[in-house]
């Protein structure tokens, strides 16, 4: 891939993944975080369990799924003509998860909040986001080589290239990494913002 087309897939992606989080932050934004909506009540008694010390870490197969999830996803997407619509659709839906939640958090603790999504979902923003981000560059232009094809246009470099499949072996570690931190170090990241949120 030249880096004329990386630069443009890199900005869509970009972009895509940011409409995503605005629209993920505005929902949550008019949702109804009063005092006896669910979504309160959900997180106040996260935040309870916090004060307490009786949360629980997230499971190693769970980190495991969030963090492979939409990477892995976007990976395979690559690999067919669906991927140039599947790709965008899987980077706003990760966006607009994250900033659902991350602005639910500071909609019902106010500035507080802040510091607890950053607990919840730091480590996870932190290490899987660009994972998805990178993915989902070099497989959004396989895809796009794909669609170029079927419409009778024939490249002369490789479609499945020895790079694509080389970030997604470092992706894989990272993530990797990514799930064992998300599973051992977010319970003492979340233990230590308590303590002084709370």
Same mark, same amino acid.
């Given at each position: *891939? ?28 008019? *949702?109804?975080? /009063? ?14 369990? %916090?004060?307490? /010390? ?58 507080? /909040?802040?510091?607890?999504?950053? /607990? ?11 994972? %998805? ?15 170029? *094809? ?49």
């Amino acid at each position: *891939m030249d880096k004329q087309l990386y630069k443009v897939i890199l900005s869509a992606a970009a972009l895509v993944f940011l409409i995503g989080v605005a629209a993920g932050a505005l929902l949550a934004y008019r *949702m109804d975080t /009063g005092a006896d909506s669910e979504i309160n009540g959900l997180l106040s008694s996260y935040a309870l369990h %916090l004060q307490q /010390g009786t949360a629980s870490g997230t499971p190693l197969w769970q980190s495991l799924l969030n963090s492979y999830l939409f990477p892995v996803l976007a990976f395979l997407s690559g690999f067919t003509l669906l991927g140039v619509a599947a790709i965008p659709i899987l980077l706003i839906l990760r966006g607009f998860i994250l900033a659902f939640v991350f602005t639910s958090f500071v909609s019902v603790f106010g500035i507080n /909040g802040i510091w607890l999504a950053l /607990g919840e979902l730091g480590i996870q923003c932190f290490l899987s986001v660009p994972c %998805l981000i990178i993915l989902s560059i070099y497989s959004a232009n396989t895809a796009l080589r794909l669609l170029s *094809m079927a419409r009778g246009r024939v490249g002369g470099s490789p479609l499945f290239p020895r790079r694509l499949f080389i970030r997604f072996g470092i992706c894989t570690a990272v993530l990797a990494i990514c799930a064992v931190a998300d599973t051992y170090l977010s319970p003492l990241l979340r233990g230590w913002i308590s303590s002084r949120v709370f």
